[in-house]
């Protein structure tokens, strides 16, 4: 189980930017599993990501958002960065 960033976990950034990636996960019907499947990821580390929890890196987002059939700027957009 990766753990969460200890300093930023819980940022309003971080939490909005998983709120993105997960309401375009479920208005594609992806699981969260085969998401991280997708994305190159392990399904605790994409759930700490729509959590919040993870500091993601511009190289898994970029993988995230491409597993999703968006662009990183459109996640960015839809969690209002």
Do not use: C, W
């Amino acid at each position: 189980m990766p753990r969460a960033s200890p300093t930023h976990a819980g940022h309003p950034v971080l939490v909005a930017f998983g709120a993105s990636v997960r309401e375009a996960r479920k208005e594609r019907g992806i699981s969260q599993e085969e998401l991280a499947y997708r994305s190159g990821v392990d399904r605790s580390y994409m759930s700490s990501i729509e959590r919040g929890e993870q500091n993601v890196g511009l190289m898994s987002m970029t993988r995230v958002a491409a597993a999703l059939g968006v662009t990183l700027s459109e996640l960015v957009l839809n969690a209002r960065l």
